[in-house]
């Protein structure tokens, strides 16, 4: 397999990982700021989320030579699950609980029926 080959396989988990990395720094970034006036924080989540759109929006748009929407949007949401999960514990400085686990896990389970195929 070549580079070109692989691009549209692995762009979309690469460039969703990065981008959801934008995101979530713009929707939970601000709740260790919670003094500051809602409208800034508001404006200041915008201009994040901008760069998050400029990855996105590129890797759905390779990806879906591949991947079907529903399959990008799976990936997309176990992204976030995992990145979030970094950023609750290591920037928020929150505790994951055992239900947090088994709540991810069972949505990584439905996950995975998404990318099921059908035999035959």
């Given at each position: 397999?070549?580079?070109?080959?692989?691009?549209?396989?692995?762009?979309?988990?690469?460039?969703?990982?990065?981008?959801?990395?934008?995101?979530?720094?713009?929707?939970?970034?601000?709740?260790?700021?919670?003094?500051?006036?809602?409208?800034?924080?508001v404006l200041i989540?915008?201009?994040?989320?901008?760069?998050?759109?400029?990855?996105?929006?590129?890797?759905?748009?390779?990806?879906?030579?591949?991947?079907?929407?529903?399959e990008l949007k799976?990936?997309?949401?176990?992204?976030?699950?995992?990145?979030?999960?970094?950023?609750?514990?290591?920037?928020?400085?929150?505790?994951?609980?055992?239900?947090?686990?088994?709540?991810?896990?069972?949505?990584?389970?439905?996950?995975?029926?998404i990318f099921l195929?059908?035999?035959?």
């Open positions: 397999m070549t580079f070109q080959s692989l691009w549209p396989w692995a762009a979309p988990i690469l460039l969703l990982s990065v981008s959801n990395l934008f995101m979530t720094a713009a929707w939970y970034g601000h709740l260790k700021f919670p003094s500051k006036a809602l409208w800034a924080v989540s915008w201009g994040i989320a901008f760069f998050e759109y400029c990855l996105a929006v590129p890797a759905n748009r390779i990806g879906h030579r591949v991947w079907s929407a529903a799976t990936i997309q949401e176990v992204i976030t699950l995992v990145i979030f999960s970094g950023f609750a514990v290591f920037y928020l400085g929150e505790s994951l609980t055992w239900s947090h686990a088994a709540g991810f896990g069972l949505i990584a389970l439905g996950a995975g029926v195929r059908p035999l035959g």
